[in-house]
């Protein structure tokens, strides 16, 4: 089209000139020429000699649509101002180097490399990015320009690269850096689609203040965060299978187990008879024990499997706190009794009421109880205590017992999971009492802190707010989440002590 209108004009120019008598008829050699020293292509010089024949041929048409002109002296300045442009030219075609423009650095990198070769300014702003934007960042080089880069870079990465910007204008010949990108969402992602790069600085050999900055996708690190999500996934999905087996399962044995215990109940009772042999109801009893502790078994299986998912109902009412000590109390007696234990307590008087779910409350003060009194040696001692705190009630459970250790404390409360030790192997467990208790714990908006030390007892102290949680919801899952144990002196910035782990 250009080529078209240029002949156009050069039949017009001809022509008001005085004809092809004209030194200005000289031009039309400078159409093909121009264009084939701007193109370098072939073809537009043969399109451009083909324009050129055009306008002589049209020139007497366009002498007629325009006044009639005279031959000149000056008209000979033309030709000879565009023969003098060509000296300098001549000498670049005598030397290789010199017969097209240079390009740009961003593009002889583009075709090396698999990678977005971008300018960009010392303060780090993008003058220009390759066309390979597309096909690497899925963006538009457009979008780039400017802060378009920076900020689309990971905010925890951003310091590190504009450190390796002023690296640059204080000299350095070149930085290396690993960052992460946002991508155009994949599908109907909610998440933001960051993506890892690697990225190279380079000082520009004609302009000392633009950069060449080279952004290729980092395949070792992007393949290793796909394995991990991939590995994230199937973990996820084995506990949620697992929870829902418990479930299924501790479902399915609560109904022969309630049937179990209601029978032997009823013989124990001698209601249909009485025995002819005293062992026959020492038998009935111990069937009735075992299927009640196994009944307990699979209630908190059941429990824990609702807490970790997220649909464990809680009944808020309001209640004495001293009431649920005293059933845990009496409940907690015989155990304490027979291994010769002294169980006591410690309720403040401002301890009063508190807005929660009462069976949930008993049955952390029974799982704490039971365990101290497990792991309390013979003529040891376990003590309850409570009191107001601020808005929250605070109380514990405090033993004599064997203490815990300090590489123990961080697999405390973790799901059938329990300390292995020469005098905890003696006792039977499942692991789930303390991991319920957590649970309970923060469905309530609680707090829960250990305090133990081997050889010198533990104390477990929970917090609760005596108004209630500020959220009653059923669905809240991941409440048996728990930070690691730490040891208590780094808290209080003692070097030894007990050691303290607090939820």
Not at 206 to 226: G, Q, Y
Not at 285 to 295: F, K, M, N
Request: hydrophobic share 45%; aromatic share 6%.
């Amino acid at each position: 089209m250009a080529v078209a209108f240029g002949g156009l004009a050069l039949a017009g120019a001809i022509a008001a000139a005085g004809g092809l008598a004209s030194p200005v008829a000289l031009l039309g050699l400078a159409l093909p020429v121009e264009t084939w020293w701007v193109s370098g292509s072939r073809r537009a010089a043969l399109s451009s000699v083909l324009a050129a024949v055009a306008a002589i041929v049209l020139q007497p048409f366009a002498g007629q649509l325009l006044p009639p002109g005279e031959i000149a002296a000056w008209h000979w300045l033309l030709p000879l101002a565009w023969a003098l442009t060509l000296l300098p030219r001549a000498a670049a075609f005598a030397d290789p180097a010199g017969l097209r423009p240079a390009e740009p650095a961003g593009d002889r990198l583009e075709d090396l490399i698999d990678a977005v070769v971008l300018r960009v300014g010392r303060q780090g702003e993008v003058l220009d990015a390759s066309a390979k934007a597309r096909s690497v960042l899925k963006l538009a080089p457009e979008l780039l320009l400017g802060t378009g880069l920076f900020e689309r870079v990971h905010l925890s990465d951003r310091v590190a690269y504009l450190t390796a910007l002023a690296d640059m204008r204080e000299g350095a010949p070149k930085r290396r850096l690993e960052l992460r990108i946002r991508l155009p969402r994949e599908g109907s992602g909610a998440a933001d689609n960051f993506r890892p790069f690697s990225l190279d600085l380079l000082r520009g050999e004609a302009e000392r203040d633009v950069f060449m900055l080279v952004l290729r996708e980092n395949d070792d690190v992007a393949e290793l965060r796909e394995e991990l999500a991939e590995a994230r996934e199937a973990a996820a999905a084995a506990e949620v299978a697992k929870g829902r087996f418990l479930a299924v399962v501790s479902h399915e044995l609560r109904t022969p187990l309630n049937a179990i215990i209601g029978f032997s109940d009823m013989l124990l009772h001698e209601m249909f008879g009485a025995f002819k042999d005293p062992r026959q109801k020492e038998y009935v009893g111990l069937v009735r024990e075992s299927g009640q502790h196994l009944l307990s078994v699979v209630t908190s299986i059941l429990d824990v499997s609702r807490i970790e998912a997220g649909a464990y109902a809680t009944e808020l009412e309001t209640f004495r706190f001293v009431e649920a000590v005293d059933m845990c109390r009496s409940m907690m007696r015989p155990l304490a009794d027979a291994k010769g234990i002294v169980l006591a307590t410690q309720i403040a008087p401002d301890a009063g009421e508190i807005n929660a779910d009462r069976r949930a409350v008993q049955q952390i003060l029974i799982n704490l109880a039971s365990n101290a009194v497990k792991f309390t040696p013979d003529g040891g001692s376990v003590v309850i205590g409570a009191k107001r705190v601020g808005s929250r009630l605070h109380f514990w459970v405090s033993d004599t017992g064997i203490g815990i250790a300090e590489e123990d404390m961080a697999n405390l409360g973790k799901p059938f999971m329990q300390i292995q030790n020469d005098y905890t192997r003696r006792f039977e467990g499942t692991g789930l009492g303390l991991s319920l208790v957590k649970g309970l714990v923060a469905l309530h908006d609680g707090t829960m802190s250990i305090e133990s030390a081997p050889g010198e007892g533990t104390t477990v102290t929970i917090g609760l707010p005596v108004s209630g949680p500020k959220r009653h919801s059923v669905a809240q899952p991941g409440v048996l989440a728990m930070p690691a144990a730490k040891p208590k002196g780094d808290r209080d910035g003692e070097g030894n002590g007990s050691l303290r782990k607090t939820a």
